[in-house]
């Protein structure tokens, strides 16, 4: 069974937006904290956002202005609008799920990621 499943990567060119999407099964949204990660090749994955329990989003480092988070409960969905977007913003994004989101924890449920490129 799919616990979450994230969509809407693709690619864009630099200044262009677009809008990830991460839908997960009704017992994860409703007891999980939602974040947002990257990847980049070779590297760790980076917290970007993350919306709480209770609908209270954060942000982290310099991704707020450029990237709203923001959800759908009837949906049971998660979204990432991304602004602006610039190339070094290509990477692999991931939505996860833990009790709570905080770049001290690594989540225990993971999506299988949605590859976002932009040209310059």
């Known amino acids: 069974q799919v616990q979450l499943e994230e969509s809407g990567g693709g690619l864009v060119q630099a200044g262009g937006s677009l809008r990830l999407s991460c839908a997960a099964s009704?017992?994860?949204?409703?007891?999980?904290?939602i974040g947002w990660y990257r990847q980049f090749p070779g590297q760790q994955r980076e917290l970007v956002a993350s919306?709480?329990?209770?609908?209270?989003?954060s942000y982290d480092g310099s991704f707020q202005g450029r990237f709203t988070i923001s959800r759908d409960i009837a949906k049971n969905t998660v979204y990432l609008q991304m602004d602006s977007l610039k190339p070094e913003d290509t990477a692999m994004y991931y939505c996860?799920?833990?009790?709570?989101?905080?770049?001290?924890?690594?989540?225990?449920?993971w999506g299988q990621g949605t590859q976002v490129t932009v040209s310059s």
């Open positions: 009704a017992s994860i949204f409703s007891r999980n904290a």
């Open positions: 996860a799920a833990a009790g709570y989101i905080t770049t001290a924890v690594i989540p225990a449920y």
């Open positions: 919306m709480s329990r209770r609908g209270t989003p």
